[in-house]
């Protein structure tokens, strides 16, 4: 029996909230999983920023290393064992990605990179230059950039000790030292970075990131750079997680490339439900093309998020827009045009097709944007073909009028969306009305495919991959450039072919990235290029048998080491990016840190009855900045919106800012699910008061009219000047129901009487949450006893949806 | 009528001296003198307790029908706060605050049909083998004839009032009581003790949208009179650190007196007769001890009962019961002393 752990490479995301697994929200095990849920919360009661936490599961596999099915925990006993690190203030600047010069056979890159030296690869020094290694300059004795390292021991629980934190500290001292010399030479100490915590849980292991906590050893230095900061830590980090599993005389070391996982922690999602428009999962597929039947379901997911960053970003919500086109062949009455492979359909298609963007980068004169050294003279001769989708800046950002200054989807996509321009495709034979639907459907794929306890173990290493962004690499959001290559890989094979029957989805594969060995790590931990490093270093390092090839062999923080420093400068500053014309406006990375969002203070004020349908649609459409959802030097006294103060206060601000969440819109003429950006300060002057319990169906025993469930809550405050609403889940947005009749008395007296039944019309239906507030003012400002029943009146079955009473 | 036992008084007491004897097979009736709308107080139980309930198998009733609670702080006339943190405890880390009304109503479907609705007892008879007790409600007169007669009735102690027996103050501490809207101001653990100039007061949470801050102060106090307006209180409270910023800055609030004194009758038991819960001996409530008292007593209450019926009345209640509890109360005399000169309260 072999056993190997999953997911193979695991994300966790930072939040100040605690590290607890009823205060986190868990990384999603099945893709698309969390798409729709409308009840998710991503602040804690007290308005922290929930951490997103990685748990990871051991499975048995077939002698080919198929996973078969979870290991049962009771059966053995299980050590699980985490060794992180942080190594960007050790690593290089970032200019932009080194592998853009290169020749290779990877099928990410178009040729052209190469052939036409479209966006070289620029040449990089380390970042932190005055911290030297003395055994290179005056034949001294000390490497003090092994400082730099956050590299804490590697940490350990089982059954018998279940929870540990990952203590680090930066500058870290070195081996048998008790003090750093870095921080000595400044007058000042180590601070403690501790990069995470870990949980054994039942068997499993839970890996809960860092609190999200940046600063410099000086306190007075500024973060000005958007990704090099010397002086500057964060508590990102990645690393190996493995695990020693004993079964009755049996011992099992899952240590190396091919069973142990590996864990990185990112920045938040703001936007968890909204999905990157390219994903790395589309990279780690695209590194080698392999030949796809292909069907609906492998076109159809760049088409959808393309559409639904409508939610994060104005340019995917106006005209033109890939939206806009969506609502036309809807209008028309065409929409099933998109999944049908007949001729008359090719019009279609090929108008489609062509509003897309080549991956081959061949030269176009699409509209420059201007570089960050100003003249006048942006645009003689520039922009004379339209904009092609999506509108992202790309890789070659760096250089005016490259092709490559916009993003392509990769060539795995585009691939696919040739075959269907030509009607090479298997259709989608059922009737769908609109996007919406052929996401759900597909969903549904995924869920179904994850009762496969084989299919389980992969689809968990998908769904994290397909929450990262898989580019333009500047450096990116979680990961970045080195992911789309083959050399990151220990292996990366089609294992199943399609998630479910005719639907591929690109398959599922195994994915194991390629780590040094524990002799190999402490040879090469350390490693780096010297003064400089590029793109020369990367085209000899992938080179098999060439002394750089340690490169891709790797040790802990080798995955993050690459990303800026500190993350809140990227996130903070990816933004907008302007350009001469004024629409459309091109964007980063909106899927994770969004651009323009629907509040849901808009959703709040649509949801007057009082409003007419004009007034409705003007609120919907007003999208407000998404920095503005918190005061990154947006709102207030000194309010200044310059570029230097977004990357200063995001530092301390990032963890206030909205997530953009899923939540039912009850508002006629707009989408039921909208998804909508809410704040930690929303979550703070709220009261939820618990009245009644969700009431599971049941037969009626009793003749009807019968109170079945009651529940009395005595000396309840009720508060003069707040909005109150009964709602069935303790957020205030939970559809709300009893079959038959809802009863609500305040010190004795019925105030509410409300029958979903209709009149015992055979339905129930249940409502929007239910604002009582009119109800209540007689009371306000005293202290009541209620009384909630719900009522059988109709006979049949009873039950109940859960009730709370939410001020605010 | 007939039974083995008859328990005066439908309190915690009551009602769970005779869910302890219906486990042991012992026939009990409770006389009720009907509903009455307590106002929730929020009584907290220690850990320590929790032994005690799960040993008596209703450990998981008290749990269905309360919260968690992790500890307390309190500032005892001292410049610190010290921290309980009940995790320190070796069995249950975690006490419970009852919701007392709901307790009630659960215990009281293990025994619905042993209780009796009266208007008053018009008389009691203890001289004979088996005791009678005659009781009238609106209609007509009932005697009811059984072993042994449990005074439950808390501090009011009908029973013992009624053939003679005397309280004992043993402080006249009184409580002021008033119902607040939650402010911003965090109380660790949802309690909280703190002392003032005149007494010591404590906060406690009782729900989601309301605490419960009470006073404890002497009736002998020259200014326990002006505890009973809450306008005074911001200035009663002024030199508090905690107490006085759970107060909210506006409104006005309504406050109830209780006697919260430190009592004991001459007699806990007789011949065929015994007190239990506040009855039998009623603390000061710095102790939070109420409702661990009235548990602790209807175990030893419900041991005893079991043999003096087992034994056909042969054994002395007074020297297996009253003198255990006396010196339960003694100690906690003691203790409260040693407590009190801490402090430089004006009593």
């Known amino acids: 029996m072999k056993l190997r752990i999953y997911p193979s490479i695991g994300i966790a995301r930072l939040g100040n909230g605690p590290a607890k697994k009823d205060d986190v929200v868990f990384t999603p095990e099945i893709p698309w999983e969390n798409l729709y849920d409308e009840n998710l919360e991503f602040y804690t009661k007290n308005g922290a920023l929930k951490k997103q936490a990685q748990r990871f599961y051991i499975y048995e596999c077939d002698e080919n290393g198929i996973p078969i099915k979870k290991l049962d925990p009771s059966t053995c006993n299980i050590e699980w064992t985490v060794e992180v690190a942080n190594k960007k203030p050790f690593w290089y600047d970032f200019n932009n990605s080194l592998d853009l010069s290169l020749q290779t056979k990877n099928q990410n890159l178009s040729p052209n990179f190469h052939k036409n030296e479209i966006a070289p690869g620029i040449s990089t020094s380390r970042r932190n230059p005055n911290v030297l290694n003395q055994t290179l300059i005056n034949s001294g004795d000390t490497n003090y950039r092994k400082e730099l390292v956050n590299s804490p021991k590697a940490v350990s629980v089982s059954n018998s000790h279940k929870n540990k934190m990952i203590g680090g500290q930066f500058p870290f001292p070195l081996e048998n030292e008790t003090d750093s010399k870095i921080a000595s030479a400044i007058k000042t100490t180590s601070k403690r970075v501790n990069l995470g915590a870990i949980e054994y849980d039942e068997g499993t292991l839970i890996f809960y990131p860092g609190d999200g906590i940046s600063a410099a050893l000086n306190p007075s230095d500024l973060n000005t750079d958007f990704a090099d900061n010397s002086n500057w830590y964060d508590d990102i980090c990645d690393g190996r997680v493995t695990a020693r599993v004993t079964i009755g005389e049996t011992i099992y070391e899952l240590n190396n490339a091919e069973s142990a996982a590996w864990i990185a922690t990112a920045p938040p999602d703001y936007a968890p439900q909204i999905q990157p428009l390219a994903t790395m999962y589309d990279l780690v597929s695209g590194i080698h093309i392999d030949n796809y039947e292909t069907d609906f379901s492998s076109i159809f997911p760049v088409f959808y998020r393309l559409y639904r960053m409508q939610w994060v970003n104005l340019s995917d919500f106006l005209s033109p827009s890939f939206r806009e086109t969506i609502d036309q062949i809807i209008e028309k009455g065409e929409f099933k045009l998109l999944f049908n492979n007949s001729n008359e359909a090719k019009p279609l298609r090929e108008k489609i097709f062509n509003l897309f963007r080549d991956p081959l980068y061949n030269y176009n004169n699409e509209p420059i944007i201007p570089s960050k050294s100003i003249t006048d003279i942006t645009n003689i001769g520039s922009g004379t073909e339209d904009i092609k989708y999506p509108f992202y800046p790309g890789d070659g950002i760096n250089y005016p009028g490259s092709p490559a200054q916009w993003f392509a989807i990769p060539p795995i996509l585009y691939e696919e969306l040739k075959k269907w321009r030509d009607g090479n495709f298997k259709p989608l034979e059922k009737d769908f009305k609109d996007m919406e639907d052929i996401g759900k459907y597909y969903r549904e794929q995924y869920l179904e495919a994850a009762k496969d306890t084989s299919k389980s173990a992969l689809l968990m290493t998908k769904a994290v991959l397909e929450t990262l962004y898989g580019g333009g690499f500047h450096p990116g959001v979680e990961l970045t450039w080195p992911m789309r290559h083959k050399e990151m890989y220990k292996e990366n094979t089609l294992v199943y072919p399609e998630v479910t029957n005719n639907n591929s989805l690109f398959g599922l594969r195994e994915i194991r990235i390629n780590t040094a060995s524990k002799k190999e790590q402490t040879e090469i931990f350390y490693n780096d290029f010297g003064f400089q490093m590029n793109s020369d270093d990367v085209r000899d390092s992938i080179q098999p048998g060439n002394p750089k090839n340690w490169l891709w062999k790797n040790t802990p923080g080798d995955l993050t080491k690459w990303m800026g420093i500190p993350w809140q400068s990227d996130a903070g500053s990816c933004q907008k990016v302007f350009l001469d014309s004024q629409y459309p406006i091109p964007a980063w990375w909106a899927a994770n840190l969004p651009v323009d969002v629907l509040t849901e203070e808009s959703l709040v004020a649509m949801r007057n009855t009082k409003l007419v349908p004009n007034t409705i649609e003007y609120l919907y459409a007003n999208r407000s900045p998404w920095l503005m959802t918190t005061d990154t030097g947006y709102v207030g006294y000194h309010a200044e919106g310059g570029y230097l103060n977004g990357l200063i206060n995001m530092v301390y601000k990032w963890k206030n800012i909205g997530v953009v969440a899923a939540r039912k819109a009850h508002v006629d003429g707009i989408p039921e699910t909208v998804y909508v950006a809410s704040e930690s300060k929303n979550v703070k002057n709220k009261t939820t008061v618990f009245l009644g319990k969700a009431y599971p169906n049941k037969k009626v025993t009793l003749p009807p009219p019968n109170i079945f469930y009651s529940n009395t809550r005595e000396m309840i405050w009720i508060p003069l000047g707040k909005e109150a609403y009964l709602s069935s889940n303790s957020e205030g947005t939970g559809e709300v129901y009893v079959d038959d009749v809802l009863e609500l008395q305040i010190n004795g007296k019925t105030i509410l009487n409300i029958d979903f039944s209709d009149g015992c019309s055979g339905k129930i239906t249940p409502t929007s949450p239910i604002n009582i507030t009119s109800f209540l003012e007689a009371y306000s400002n005293s202290f009541v006893n209620i009384e909630i029943n719900y009522i059988d009146n109709c006979g049949g079955a009873e039950s109940s949806s859960e009730f709370y009473l939410i001020f605010k | ?347």
């Open chain 2, 1 to 347: 009528m007939k039974t083995d036992v008859l328990i005066i008084g439908k309190g915690i007491s009551g009602i769970l001296l005779s869910v302890l004897l219906k486990q042991k097979g012992i026939n009990s009736i409770i006389l009720d003198k009907g509903h009455k709308n307590a106002l929730p107080l929020s009584e907290t139980i220690p850990p320590s307790t929790l032994t005690l309930l799960n040993q008596l198998g209703l450990l998981a009733i008290f749990e269905e029908t309360s919260s968690k609670t992790y500890g307390y702080q309190s500032k005892w006339n001292s410049e610190t706060i010290l921290d309980q943190n009940f995790f320190n405890n070796s069995t249950y880390k975690y006490g419970l605050k009852l919701n007392k009304q709901l307790l009630l109503k659960q215990l009281e479907t293990l025994i619905t049909k042993n209780i009796i609705t009266y208007d008053v007892i018009k008389d009691i008879n203890l001289n004979q083998k088996t005791p009678l007790l005659t009781i009238k409600d609106k209609t007509k007169n009932d005697t009811i004839e059984s072993n042994i007669i449990i005074d439950a009735t808390g501090r009011n102690r009908i029973l013992l009032k009624q053939i003679g027996i005397p309280s004992i103050d043993y402080d006249d501490t009184f409580a002021f009581i008033c119902y607040v809207p939650k402010n911003e101001q965090y109380v660790k653990y949802g309690f909280f003790t703190e002392t003032f100039d005149n007494g010591w007061g404590t906060v406690s949470n009782l729900n989601e949208t309301t605490r419960i801050i009470t006073l404890y102060v002497s009736k002998s106090n020259m200014h326990s009179n002006s505890f009973k307006l809450y306008k005074n209180w911001h200035q009663m409270l002024s030199n508090t650190q905690i107490l006085k910023k759970c107060l909210p800055n506006e409104g006005f609030f309504k406050v109830m007196g209780k006697k919260a004194n430190s009592s004991k009758p001459l007699h806990i038991a007789g011949k065929n007769w015994l007190a239990i819960g506040d009855a039998a001996i009623a603390f000061d409530p710095v102790s939070s001890h109420g409702i661990s008292n009235a548990i602790f007593c209807c175990k030893k209450a419900s041991e005893i009962i079991e043999k003096y019926i087992r034994e056909e009345s042969s054994i002395n209640l007074k020297e297996h019961y009253e003198d255990v509890l006396s010196m339960i109360f003694k100690e906690y005399l003691f203790q409260k002393e040693k407590l009190y000169n801490k402090q430089t309260i004006m009593y």
